[in-house]
């Protein structure tokens, strides 16, 4: 293969990848802060023994939904790869 041709190549695929990265970038961020909220909530439970029952549950409840939305965006981006696989022809 000539070095233009390894270069579309690599230019095709570069651009596939950041193709897949961007996907579902929203509800990764959204996942991100749920996490960081939660434990923000939970984390003060360690030096505050009197700290709110219900905040430390809200708490390790946003932290489920935060990996939820993890796996969401993992399983979105797998059922796109498997639907657009990369093509180095197209």
Do not use: C
């Given at each position: 293969?000539?070095?233009?041709?390894?270069?579309?190549?690599?230019?095709?695929?570069?651009?596939?990848?950041?193709?897949?990265?961007?996907?579902?970038?929203?509800?990764?961020l959204?996942?991100?802060?749920?996490?960081?909220?939660?434990?923000?909530?939970?984390?003060?439970?360690?030096?505050?023994?009197?700290?709110?029952?219900?905040?430390?549950?809200?708490?390790?409840?946003?932290?489920?939904?935060?990996?939820?939305?993890?796996?969401?965006?993992?399983w979105k981006?797998t059922?796109w790869?498997?639907?657009?696989?990369?093509d180095?022809?197209?």
């Amino acid at each position: 293969m000539s070095d233009t041709g390894e270069a579309e190549l690599l230019a095709k695929q570069t651009a596939y990848i950041d193709t897949l990265r961007g996907l579902y970038r929203r509800e990764r961020l959204v996942g991100f802060f749920l996490i960081l909220a939660g434990f923000a909530l939970v984390a003060p439970s360690w030096w505050i023994f009197d700290w709110s029952h219900l905040a430390i549950q809200i708490g390790y409840g946003l932290i489920m939904l935060g990996w939820v939305a993890y796996i969401y965006v993992i399983w979105k981006r797998t059922a796109w790869r498997r639907a657009n696989p990369f093509d180095p022809k197209a």
